[in-house]
């Protein structure tokens, strides 16, 4: 039983590397997987059907609700220019880092 198992394996190990060869153009693996006339794509699973969500192509919310166009999924930023976003971020960090050290320095004095 388990020699059965191991040969279908090897079998399909071998399949799998010809195609991979044959992908990167290797001749030798083209003519081999033709001799066995076996395709490129042959046996092989489609992939999933996409959902009706998928279809709408929306953006989705945390909790499935669909979010106006411009907004990202957080609905924090309209979509546009990374650069004004990433001068706020870092703004907003500076100022961050600015009470932190106030604070530190409240906490020392006491």
Known sequence: MQAAVDAKRAAKAER???????????A?????????RIETGQNVKPGKKPSKREKKKGLVGAKGQMLPEGVLPGGLHEVGDIHERAMHNSEKAMHMRQKAQENRRVAREM
């Open 16 to 26: 799998r590397q010809l195609r991979r060869k044959a992908a990167q153009g290797d």
């Open 28 to 36: 030798e693996a083209i003519e081999e997987l033709k001799s066995r």
